[in-house]
């Protein structure tokens, strides 16, 4: 998983240098901005990937084959309608997005050209997140990856056919993403097929009996869902007053932002393989491989946050230059590098605990965590902060990052608890 996840940022940052090379720094804000949208619409739905690979690997722990397809069959039937709503109300949600982001008129035009071509692969990515959930709960780890690896794959050539190629701009950025995710569905399907998923599965999915018993998984999946829009509002928070400040702080902050994603994303590898180890010991009620679990990927975890740091002390500036030409997104990104060194280390907590989170379903737990950090510490900084302009918003990132890793880490002991057998 650590392999799938590094391609899903560099597919980012292939976007960022595709259009960061472009005449003008309001291709890089129009993706910027859409795909901040498309974060918070699609990631707000991240749920769909955790709650399943929560209750998934339980389930896998439990031996219990009739749960793992009831869970994967429940998530993709809500993906499925959750995606049909967004069809239906992607005017009213472009509309309200752009004005709420207040950019620039050519920022906002190429937006919405980005907006109102990606918005039809929702079915596909909501279903996606479904079946990466079920397969990363049941330890396939090769076939989440090969899922992985066709989407991103599939959108690096599409992305370098349409914008080099056939010289499109943010219209093609935005219809490679589009391709590649039905190219991943498609891929999904068969994978699916190969480990099992059949005519009783489905059948069962819907009998009153499974109904009954999934209320637990749509409280978790309730709970998951608000911690993620919260986690995401914050991001777009950041990103939308960058946009107050100019075409290019926006631009700047876009690229520093590939940088934390990309780091998140190796992060989150090392959450996954919490999540199902979790799940895994729970339904087993092992405290010892819990405790064996958590103590492995919190080592790899720190020491992979330590190499990032160390990487963007050494090259942070040489990979600005690779995701843009534009020599004023050039230097404004590199006055504000500081963040991102710092970032890995704050972060890493933060990142590892959702993963052990995740796996034990303590959704309140991970709903609560994130209200607290971004209505107690993320909000106040932001606003005491704002006369420091990007440093203060950058700073303001920081301590919701930190503050994250702590609110969760006081849940550490009742989580291990859950694996305790009497």
């Given amino acids: 998983m650590i392999i799938a996840n590094i391609s899903t940022p560099l597919l980012g940052m292939v976007d960022t240098a595709m259009v960061g090379h472009l005449s003008a720094a309001h291709y890089l804000g129009a993706v910027a901005i859409g795909s901040m949208i498309f974060t918070f619409v699609f990631w707000g739905f991240g749920f769909l990937r955790m709650a399943t690979t929560g209750l998934t690997s339980q389930a896998y722990g439990e031996n219990s084959t009739a749960k793992m397809q009831a869970v994967l069959m429940q998530s993709i039937w809500l993906a ?37 071509i990606r918005i039809w692969s929702a079915p596909a990515t909501l279903i996606n997140y479904a079946i990466l959930g079920w397969l990363i ?12 690896l066709v989407i991103n ?15 499109m701009d943010v219209d093609g950025v935005a219809l490679a993403s589009v391709i590649a995710e039905y190219s991943g569905l498609l891929m999904g399907l068969f994978l699916l097929k190969h480990y099992g998923l059949n005519k009783a599965g489905i059948r069962l999915s819907l009998s009153k009996k499974v109904l009954q018993q999934s209320r637990h998984g749509l409280h978790v999946h309730g709970n998951v869902m608000i911690r993620t829009f919260l986690l995401i509002s914050c991001f ?21 932002l590939n940088f934390i994603t990309f780091m998140a994303f190796v992060l989150d590898g090392f959450a996954n393989a919490t999540e199902a180890l979790t799940g895994k010991a729970i339904g087993r009620k092992s405290p010892t ?58 972060a890493v907590w933060s990142y590892l605990l959702d993963g052990l989170f995740v796996g034990a379903t303590r959704s309140r737990e991970m709903r609560n965590t994130m209200l607290f950090a971004a209505f107690g510490c993320y909000l106040p900084a932001f606003y005491l902060l704002q006369p420091y302009g990007n440093h203060g ?26 694996a305790d057998p009497n």
């Fill in 153 to 167: 794959i599939t959108n690096i050539l599409l992305d370098a056919l349409f914008v080099m190629g056939l010289g």
């Fill in 236 to 256: 777009a928070l950041f990103t939308t007053q960058g946009a107050r400040q100019g075409d290019t702080v926006l631009a700047a902050n876009s690229v520093l």
């Fill in 393 to 418: 918003l950058w700073a303001a990132l920081i301590i919701f990052l930190a503050a994250r890793g702590i609110a969760q880490s006081f849940y550490i002991g009742k989580i291990m608890r859950l």
């Fill in 137 to 148: 709960g049941r330890e396939a780890s090769k076939a989440a990856l090969l899922m992985v």
């Fill in 289 to 346: 491989m819990l405790k064996r679990a958590l103590s492995l990927t919190a080592f790899w975890s720190i020491l992979m946050a330590m190499l990032f740091s160390l990487i963007y002390l050494l090259f942070g500036s040489s990979i600005i230059r690779l995701l843009t030409g534009i020599d004023a997104v050039i230097e404004f990104a590199g006055m504000y590098l500081i963040w991102v060194i710092i970032a890995p280390m704050i």
């Fill in 80 to 116: 499925l309608i959750i995606a049909v709503l967004l069809l239906l109300i992607q005017l009213p949600v472009r509309n309200l997005a752009l004005h709420l982001v207040s950019s620039s008129q050519d920022v906002e035009y190429f937006a919405a050209v980005y907006f109102d």
